[in-house]
C-alpha cells in the first residue's frame, strides 16, 4: 500500500501490461514502494483503452500475451499521435536476438529481460523517465526559440502595429497554450487605456467576451490592464473570479466565457541613453481557462517577445512620424506659399504625367491659362500686400471651381495660374472656365483702376488635345496661351477656346 506521500506526490504514472498476475503483483509492489503511480493491464486490448482515456507517463510491457502481443500494442500506440511519444520497456521472457531487434524496431525505448532485478527496473525506469523529461523540455525549448524566430520576422514584415499586435496574440497563445489574448493601447492624451483592434481566441465562445471588452474603457490606474500600465511590470492572476472588481471588472463576463487565469505584460519604450523605461506602449493580456500558473521559462519568454515588440512599435511610430514629416516636406516643395495651391514644378510633373496617361488611353486633355486683368494697375494702385491678398482670393475662388480629385489648380508665374483638366473635352474645360469667371465676379474685388470693370476680373485661355507621340505638353501650353492672347486681345474678362493646331 502506498503512503501519504506517495499517493499524494508520485513520482511518474507508469502503467505495467502483462498477462501474468505474479509479475504484475510482483511489478506493482515495487514500484509503489518507491512513490510510482502504478496502472495495471492484463491484456492488450485493455492495455489500448487505458493509455487512450488516460495516457501514462512510461508504459512497462509484456511480449507474449493471448489475442494481441506487445509488439502490436507498440506498433498501435507508435501510430497514433498522442501516444507515440510515451516512452515503451519491453519486460519479457523472450531474450532472442531477433525479439530485442523487433522491440526496437517497433519504437521500443528499452528492453529487461524475466526474471528482472527490481534494482535494474527501477534503473531503467527512472532512466527512461529523465530522458523524457529532458525531451519533453527540450521540445519546449524548440517551440519557444520557433516562437521568438517566426515573432521576430513577422513583426519584421508587419505593415503597421495592429497587424504586427495580432500575428503576436496569435503566435502567443498557441505555442504557451493559452486561449484569448487581447492588446490594450493608450489613448492619443495618455490618460486611459483603450481597447485594441488586435485580439485572439480559440473558441467561437470568445467572442462574446471580446465584443463586451472592446466597448470598455480602463481608466489611468483602473482595472487589471490600467495597473500594469501604472506599475510597468508583468503580473499575473490565478483565477479572476476570486477577484473584486476594481481589479478585473469583467470577472462576470470572463466566468460566462470560462476564462479564469490571466497575465498581463507592459510593451515598454525604453530610453536610448539610459535604458530605463520610459512609456508604456501598450498592455499584453492573456487568459486560461484553467487557472494560471505560469512557469519560468514561460514568463522569459514572453518578456523576451515584449521587448522585441516594443522596439517594433518604436521603431513603427518612429518611421510613422518620418513618412508624415516626408510627406509634408513634399507637400510644401509642391506648393506655392503665397497662394497655397500646386506651384510650377508641380504643374510641369503632373502635365507631363497626364499627357503620358492621356496618350496611352487616348483621352482627351484640357488645359486653362488665365491671368488677372491689369494686375499691374492694382499693384501699383492698392499696393504689393493687396495685390497679393488679391492673389490668394483668386486662388481660393478658381480652386472652388476643381470638381474632380483628378483636376489641378497651379500658380504659373505672377498673377498667372493654369489649370490641367484630364478626360475632359474643350466644352467641358469651357464651362470650368466660365465657372472660374463667374465665381471670380461673385466676389467683387475692387479694382477701380481696371479698364473693363469696377472689379477685379481675369482672361481665360483654353486648349484642348488628344495627345499622340509626335505631340509634346509645351504644345497644349503654347496653344493655350494663344487662346489666352486672344482673349485679351477682344477685350480681356472672357474665356476663349482655341483648338491645337494640326501637327505638321
Known amino acids: 500500500m502506498m503512503n501519504q506521500r506517495s499517493a499524494s506526490n508520485p513520482k511518474a504514472n507508469v502503467l505495467v501490461v502483462d498477462d501474468t498476475p505474479v509479475n504484475l503483483l510482483l511489478l506493482n509492489q515495487i514500484l509503489c514502494r518507491h512513490n510510482y503511480k502504478i496502472r495495471v493491464a492484463p491484456n492488450g486490448k485493455m492495455a489500448l483503452k487505458s493509455v487512450f482515456a488516460n495516457p501514462p507517463d512510461l508504459i512497462l510491457l509484456d511480449i507474449k500475451m493471448p489475442d494481441m502481443d506487445g509488439y502490436e500494442v507498440c506498433r498501435q500506440l507508435k501510430l497514433n499521435p498522442e501516444t507515440e511519444e510515451i516512452p515503451i520497456i519491453f519486460i519479457s521472457a523472450l531474450d ?24 535494474e527496473v527501477l534503473a531503467r525506469i527512472e532512466h527512461q523517465l529523465q530522458l523524457r523529461e529532458l525531451m519533453v523540455e527540450l521540445k519546449s525549448q524548440n517551440a519557444q526559440l520557433q516562437l521568438l524566430l517566426t515573432t521576430t520576422q513577422s513583426i519584421n514584415e508587419a505593415l503597421d502595429i495592429d497587424s504586427a499586435l495580432a500575428i503576436i496574440l496569435e503566435k ?27 485580439w485572439y481566441g480559440n473558441d467561437a465562445k470568445l467572442a462574446e467576451f471580446h465584443d463586451y471588452s472592446k466597448n470598455q474603457d480602463v481608466f489611468h490606474c483602473r482595472g487589471f490592464a490600467a495597473r500594469i500600465w501604472e506599475e510597468q511590470d508583468l503580473k499575473w492572476i490565478a483565477d479572476a473570479s476570486q477577484e473584486e472588481s476594481e481589479m478585473f471588472s469583467r470577472a462576470d463576463i470572463a466566468a460566462t466565457a470560462g476564462l479564469k487565469g490571466m497575465l498581463g505584460i507592459p510593451i515598454l519604450l525604453r530610453d536610448s541613453t539610459t535604458g530605463d523605461n520610459s512609456e508604456v506602449l501598450a498592455v499584453l493580456v492573456f487568459f486560461q481557462k484553467n ?19 516594443g522596439s517594433m512599435i518604436q521603431r513603427k511610430k518612429t518611421e510613422a512620424a518620418l513618412k508624415k514629416a516626408n510627406l509634408e516636406l513634399e507637400r510644401l516643395a509642391n506648393l506655392d506659399s503665397l497662394t497655397q495651391v500646386a506651384n510650377r514644378r508641380r504643374f510641369d510633373d503632373y502635365l507631363e504625367l497626364e499627357w ?19 494686375f499691374k494697375a492694382y499693384n501699383d494702385y492698392y499696393g504689393h500686400q493687396a ?73 481665360l485661355g483654353i486648349a484642348t488635345t488628344i495627345p499622340t507621340a509626335q505631340e509634346q505638353p509645351e504644345s497644349l501650353i503654347a496653344a493655350a496661351d494663344a487662346a489666352l492672347y486672344e482673349a485679351k486681345s477682344q477685350g480681356r474678362d472672357r474665356a476663349i477656346l482655341k483648338p491645337l493646331p494640326p501637327n505638321p
Open 356 to 374: 503620358n496617361h492621356a496618350q496611352r488611353e487616348k483621352h482627351p486633355l484640357s488645359l486653362i491659362l488665365f491671368d488677372l486683368d491689369y
Open 291 to 309: 487557472e494560471m500558473q505560469p512557469d519560468r521559462r514561460s514568463l522569459e519568454l514572453l518578456k523576451a517577445v515584449a521587448s522585441q515588440l
Open 96 to 119: 532472442g536476438a531477433i525479439d530485442k531487434v523487433t522491440a526496437f524496431n517497433l519504437g521500443g525505448v528499452d528492453y529487461i529481460t524475466k526474471p528482472f532485478e527490481p534494482v
Open 172 to 198: 502567443v497563445c498557441l505555442t504557451l497554450g493559452w486561449d484569448f489574448g487581447e492588446a490594450w493601447m493608450p489613448d492619443d492624451s495618455a490618460t486611459k487605456l483603450v481597447y485594441g483592434q488586435a
Open 387 to 459: 495685390g497679393d491678398r488679391c492673389l490668394q482670393q483668386v486662388a481660393r475662388s478658381a480652386g472652388s471651381a476643381v470638381a474632380r480629385k483628378t483636376d489641378l489648380l497651379a500658380r504659373y508665374g505672377g498673377e498667372e495660374f493654369v489649370m490641367i483638366l484630364p478626360n475632359t473635352p474643350g466644352s467641358g474645360a469651357l464651362t470650368v472656365a466660365e465657372t472660374i469667371r463667374d465665381r471670380l465676379k461673385q466676389l467683387q474685388i475692387p479694382h477701380l483702376d481696371s479698364r473693363v470693370s469696377p472689379w477685379v476680373t481675369v482672361s
